[in-house]
T-cell receptor, first 117, second 115 residues
Framework: AQSVAQPEDQVNVAEGNPLTVKCTYS??????LFWYVQYPNRGLQFLLK??????LVKGSYGFEAEFNKSQTSFHLKKPSALVSDSALYFC???????????????FGTGTKLQVIP | KAGVTQTPRYLIKTRGQQVTLSCSPI?????VSWYQQTPGQGLQFLFE???????NKGNFPGRFSGRQFSNSRSEMNVSTLELGDSALYLC??????????????FGPGTRLLVL
């Protein structure tokens, strides 16, 4: 069974410092990986995705993520955190192979990022 | 361009009732996906529609159903509501094809409370 783990419920970082939000996954085949962000009262927003190709993926708002197949990780990073980055971040994985007609999509439990001024 | 809209934004129902939620995708988008978000279970995929056909389905009971109309608007229905159905229901649209290879744009959600 596929799974996604976000080992940190909350990450605190000072404004201007680099940030990392961790995500590891478990899936049988080659995964599709995604990061989403949820701001209070603003719904969910797509940040970036990895389908194939370069292991370093660049996304919205200066975020990037590195796909590491050997470590089965897809950590979200940003070189310099902003207070406005404070939000809930979700990692998601999709197994492109279907089983029994069901789409296998799994979200992590979310990591709350708090950027301290 | 208008974003994804969901109606109603808030809803209160009692156990045993049924509810219908609506989602209007971004103009030109043909794929609509639905998700359930709860504090305990997190974000869970419900189903995805494309060109009026259900393409993918998550592991939810048959009480949860949906449909998509020719104008790409989608509805989700939950019958015989249970307390555990209280959640934020999110809709996302994407341009075409398999929604999970493309950028998905989410609506603000419908918050359902079952009493």
């Amino acid at each position: 069974a596929q799974s996604v783990a976000q080992p940190e419920d909350q990450v605190n970082v000072a404004e201007g410092n680099p940030l990392t939000v961790k995500c590891t996954y478990s899936v049988s085949g080659n995964p599709y990986l995604f990061w989403y962000v949820q701001y209070p009262n603003r719904g969910l927003q797509f940040l970036l995705k990895y389908i194939t190709g370069d292991n370093l993926v660049k996304g919205s708002y200066g975020f990037e993520a590195e796909f590491n197949k050997s470590q089965t990780s897809f950590h979200l990073k940003k070189p310099s955190a902003l207070v406005s980055d404070s939000a809930l971040y979700f990692c998601a994985v999709r197994d492109p192979r279907r089983g029994g007609g069901y789409q296998k999509v799994t979200f992590g439990t979310g990591t709350k990022l708090q950027v301290i001024p | 361009k208008a974003g994804v809209t969901q109606t109603p934004r808030y809803l209160i129902k009692t156990r045993g009732q049924q509810v219908t939620l609506s989602c209007s995708p971004i103009s030109g988008h043909r794929s609509v996906s639905w998700y359930q978000q709860t504090p305990g279970q997190g974000l869970q995929f419900l189903f995805e529609y494309f060109s009026e056909t259900q393409r993918n389905k998550g592991n939810f009971p048959g009480r949860f159903s949906g449909r998509q109309f020719s104008n790409s608007r989608s509805e989700m229905n939950v019958s015989t509501l249970e307390l555990g159905d209280s959640a934020l229901y999110l809709c996302a649209s994407s341009l075409a094809g398999s929604g999970f290879q493309e950028t998905q744009y989410f609506g603000p959600g419908t918050r359902l409370l079952v009493l």
